[in-house]
């Protein structure tokens, strides 16, 4: 599987790898880079992933409105921070999704996972009520091309990720 993965610019990356670090220790679960993933698919060769990325173009970052801090049962969205789709964002997945060919029936839905880690709903709800975000924009000013196991299910899965190139998407 390979994926295109918005990265957070420095000071919202700082903050959420802090919290993310903070809710590994806390629930015992696996460790990972801040994130929104733009696109996937088992169908994305990587040399053309790594291809497309440095075709992608630059210019300013991508703003992505805080929705709210919600939850799942869905693994890789125990706990997460729900975006707004913002026009750049999904210009720039479709704009991926093309430029690969790829045939995934990936559904953009931008959020950034907090905690991989199945869980109570009522543990899962009331960590989400006791967060607090620092601030309502995230700007997002790179992009990476990940490789790793299909489908996201346990820890093992989070270990597999491997970065094969990112790029910055600001001069």
């Avoid at 990936?106 to 607090?132: D, G, M």
Wanted: proline letters at 6%; charged letters at 25%.
């Amino acid at each position: 599987m390979v994926a295109f993965w918005l990265m957070p610019a420095r000071e919202e990356r700082e903050f959420f790898e802090s919290l993310i670090d903070l809710l590994s220790v806390r629930f015992d679960a696996p460790r990972f880079e801040p994130h929104v993933t733009l696109f996937g698919g088992r169908d994305v060769q990587p040399d053309r992933a790594v291809q497309v990325l440095h075709e992608l173009p630059v210019g300013e970052p991508i703003k992505l409105s805080i929705k709210r801090l919600t939850f799942s049962s869905e693994f890789t969205k125990t706990l997460f921070v729900e975006f707004r789709a913002s026009a750049e964002a999904v210009a720039l997945t479709s704009a991926i999704r093309s430029a690969t060919g790829s045939k995934s029936d990936y559904q953009f839905s931008p959020h950034l996972s907090l905690v991989y880690k199945n869980l109570p709903p009522r543990e899962k709800a009331e960590v989400a009520q006791s967060l607090k975000m620092p601030f309502e924009i995230a700007m997002c000013d790179a992009v990476k091309v990940i490789t790793g196991n299909a489908g996201t299910s346990g820890p093992a899965d989070v270990a597999s990720w491997s970065t094969l190139a990112e790029r910055r998407l600001t001069r």
